[in-house]
């Protein structure tokens, strides 16, 4: 159980187009998702967390209307890099909880298996 | 600001030893403590929760808790090429569902 799933796991873009990515829990409800972003070699940074039915929570220095996240539903959210550029090419990576959790007592969080941007 | 703080390493054992990783967190009122595995161009994979004093085991993997001293440890033992990846701890402050990264610990198993 607890399975989360990311599409797609890999896309190449020019420069100023928009790119969405999905992230989907198949096998619980999720409350609550969160977007990271992950540099090679580096550590992860939270950039948002999004609750179903309401508006995402940005992290200090991510632009909201750059990285657009809508959580319509309690297994879906998705990622909207809008106007992309090469320095926004990076890993990214989904997780969904459940709070209070359904799957464990410990809120804990399930990955999905990330998707890699290559803003040209 | 709440802190994680993990030495980077990385942490070199032989293959069959026991890997010591450790992590050291700031908010006193901490109520989870996860560890996650990175391989490499990888997503984190979940391999141990706890939220209690003292010890955790699963198979060959043992989390350890401290909430007076504050640090939170993993133990794997008998360790293989295999476990060779970044470890993550990730900790869950007083009052929040948020859990905050540890920047990870490298971990190289050679044979």
């Known amino acids: 159980g607890a399975v989360v799933s990311q599409h797609p796991s890999r896309v190449i873009c020019k420069s100023g187009t928009s790119v969405k990515i999905e992230c989907r829990s198949l096998d619980f409800q999720a409350t609550t998702m969160f977007w990271y972003r992950q540099f090679p070699k580096k550590s992860l940074m939270l950039m948002a967390t999004?609750?179903?039915?309401?508006?995402?929570?940005?992290e200090q220095g991510v632009e909201k209307d750059k990285f657009l996240i809508n959580h319509a539903s309690l297994t879906l959210s998705t990622l909207t890099v809008t106007s992309a550029h090469p320095e926004d090419s990076s890993f990214y990576i989904c997780s969904a909880t459940y709070y209070p959790s359904s799957v464990s007592s410990y809120n804990e969080q399930f990955f999905g298996p990330g998707t890699r941007l290559t803003v040209l | 600001q709440k802190e994680v703080e993990q030495n980077s390493g990385p942490l070199s054992v032989p293959e069959g030893a026991i890997a010591s990783l450790n992590c050291t967190y700031s908010d006193r009122v901490s109520q989870s403590f996860f560890w996650y595995r990175q391989y490499s161009g990888k997503s984190p994979e979940l391999i141990m929760s706890i939220y209690s004093n003292g010890d955790k085991e699963d198979g060959r993997f043992t989390a350890q808790l401290n909430k007076a001293s504050q640090y939170v440890s993993l133990l794997i033992r008998d360790s293989q090429p295999s476990d060779s990846a970044t470890y993550l701890c990730a900790v869950t402050p007083g009052g929040s569902y948020i859990p905050t990264f540890g920047r990870g610990t490298s971990l190289i198993v050679h044979p």
């Open positions: 999004s609750n179903e039915g309401s508006k995402a929570t940005y």
